[in-house]
């Protein structure tokens, strides 16, 4: 192994370790993460919002427990992610 302070791994990394950003052809800036986990969000109170539209138009009642329905069924989302394994797979980018 080619430890000496001039490689290009050595580098590479400590390039990476000062700038914070990811190597890889999948890389985002700080920027490009803020605007994916706005529209992620965006997208989470957008399906809240359809769900509590469509029940009210049909039934003309305000159902306030789809709300809990929908945080329920995240967390068990998020269980089942980390019960199953399935974040080894993703990594952290869903889990």
């Known amino acids: ?9 050595r580098r590479r990394f400590l390039q990476t370790a000062a700038t914070g950003a990811l190597l890889g052809p999948y890389a985002l800036s700080l920027s490009g993460q803020t605007a994916v986990a ?6 989470i109170y957008g399906l809240m919002c ?3 539209a469509l029940i009210f ?9 789809q709300g809990d329905f ?5 967390y068990a989302a998020y269980y089942l992610f980390g019960l199953l394994g399935i974040q ?4 952290n980018v869903l889990g």
């Open 1 to 9: 192994m080619n430890s000496s302070p001039n490689s290009p791994g």
């Open 38 to 43: 706005g529209v992620l969000t965006g997208s």
């Open 50 to 52: 359809v769900g509590l």
């Open 57 to 65: 138009g049909v039934m003309r009642v305000i159902n306030f427990a």
């Open 70 to 74: 929908m945080m329920l069924g995240m």
């Open 88 to 91: 080894t797979v993703f990594g």
